[in-house]
């Protein structure tokens, strides 16, 4: 329709000027000394008109002529950005699919322009040439990487060092680099689950457990994910605090309530207090979790806390604390077996020999077996010791 429109008019106009040059008997006088033309009016404007249109035409060819070279360099300068955003774009595809060397080549032939497409490159190149180890290049294309940093690469360059660093093993170069990438731009997941890996390589398990918590804390990690680590963590930073007693009781009471109520960190404590020598807070930390929650382990553990030495009211009391459970938990063979550990200690031959008998009636045990068999050797009762070492030894 727009054209049909443009057409009326352009045939309206044809007919109106055909109708004004019809009635128009004026006509143009020039003179130039000695010579005199004159022509009519219609033919001047028509002469005109074509005059206009030569002399546009030929300052436009001049205009176009002079700005050639400006526009040669231009369409080369466009060959070349889109020469190399196809190299861009082949690099980084071949670099997903697995094939580092195309994916090298492609980048070392591609020379961008744009300093952020050049440092798009320099990363598909470092990537490329580090999954075919080669090292020399690996250095080259990392050199490259950092001349980029001022064209917003350098939170992914440093990504980059960390996650090649952790996969090389080098710890320390990876924390050092995400450090750095949270001074510039903050944690994020990604980041978060790289400083896991880094202090979990360099045993720095306090700092692990507090990252778990992070990454548990922003759904990076499922609780089911999450537990074991943190457990694993917990427990290798109490080991670390064997020799200083102090120490591990300020860090044991720091934790969460939920979290000095799980058996395995309590026995860890535990064992490491009675590695300590400081068998008293030891057998308060077994207590306090087996109130929370029962644990054969634990209950075991709870016999074992004596030393030489060590004054007798404490066993006793350890006794009657553990009495005061078989009176909720009568049938517990790792109770009663624990019962007969403490009373023997304590010298209190029957009791201990009725308690393992029992444990051996509910829940026959090697341990059992040996701990009654040690017993009736100290009572001189050879005949049934060997019968319950033989037990024992089938077991």
Not at 210 to 224: F, G, I, P, S
Request: aromatic share 6%; proline share 3%; net charge positive.
């Amino acid at each position: 329709m727009r054209a049909v429109f443009w057409l009326l008019i352009l045939a309206a106009l044809a007919v109106g000027l055909a109708l004004a040059a019809r009635y128009n008997d004026g006509y143009v006088l020039l003179v130039l000394p000695p010579w005199r033309a004159e022509v009519s009016l219609n033919l001047f404007l028509l002469l005109c008109a074509v005059g206009f249109f030569v002399i546009y035409l030929l300052a436009r060819a001049v205009s176009h002529t002079l700005a050639l070279p400006r526009a040669v360099a231009d369409f080369r300068r466009r060959r070349r950005q889109e020469k190399a955003a196809r190299a861009l774009r082949d690099a980084w595809r071949l670099l997903q699919e697995g094939r580092y060397g195309h994916a090298l080549r492609c980048a070392e032939k591609a020379q961008p322009d744009d300093d952020a497409a050049a440092g798009m490159l320099a990363l598909a190149g470092w990537r490329a040439a580090h999954a075919l180890r080669d090292a020399g290049r690996v250095a080259e294309w990392a050199a490259r990487m950092r001349g980029h940093d001022g064209s917003g690469l350098q939170a992914a360059r440093l990504m980059t060092e960390a996650e090649f660093a952790l996969e090389e093993r080098r710890f320390e170069d990876a924390r050092d680099a995400l450090h750095a990438f949270a001074a510039r731009e903050g944690r994020h997941i990604a980041a978060l689950r790289l400083s896991l890996r880094a202090e979990q390589g360099l045993g720095n398990w306090r700092e692990v457990a507090r990252l778990v918590r992070q990454l548990e804390k922003h759904q990076a990690l499922t609780t089911e994910q999450a537990a074991p680590i943190r457990s694993r963590a917990m427990r290798e930073a109490l080991r670390s605090l064997r020799e200083d007693p102090p120490g591990l009781m300020r860090y044991w009471h720091e934790l969460d309530d939920s979290d000095r109520a799980e058996p395995a960190l309590a026995l860890e404590t535990a064992k490491a207090l009675m590695a300590a020598g400081d068998c008293r807070e030891a057998q308060r930390v077994i207590e306090d979790a087996l109130d929370e929650r029962w644990d054969a382990t634990l209950v075991l553990a709870y016999g074992e806390c004596c030393r030489a030495g060590e004054p007798a009211g404490d066993v006793l009391g350890r006794i009657a604390q553990a009495e005061k459970w078989l009176q909720r938990m009568p049938r517990d063979g790792e109770l009663l077996l624990t019962l007969g550990r403490l009373c023997r200690q304590q010298q209190l031959w029957g009791k201990a020999r009725s308690y393992l008998e029992a444990a051996l009636a509910i829940a026959p045990s090697r341990a059992a077996h040996v701990e009654l068999a040690q017993l009736l050797d100290q009572l001189e009762e050879s005949t049934l010791a060997i019968r319950h070492y033989r037990a024992a030894a089938v077991l």
